[in-house]
């Protein structure tokens, strides 16, 4: 993928928690499971989650890249030949 490092992988589980807090938002926590069973955890704000819930519910393809700690949404626009899903899995 450009710009991702090559411990980039598809993600096959996206699990969101959420804690409420007195008055704010709370706090949100992403699970990430890739496609080669490594389960990574971050914390977002509620923007950032919405943003992230859409993207998954869209016609994407979502890769976390571990070393940059960076959740890649392919297909966006148009596809590319790693991009394209696998529909035995």
Known sequence: MPGASAESRRVKILNANWTPDD???GQFGLMIVTDDDQVHTVTAGAASVSAVVALSQ??????WDPT???LIAANIVGT?????????A
């Open 23 to 25: 008055g704010g938002d």
């Open 58 to 63: 869209a016609d994407t393809v979502l890769a």
């Open 68 to 70: 940059n700690r960076t």
């Open 80 to 88: 590319m030949p790693w991009t394209t899903k696998d529909v035995t």
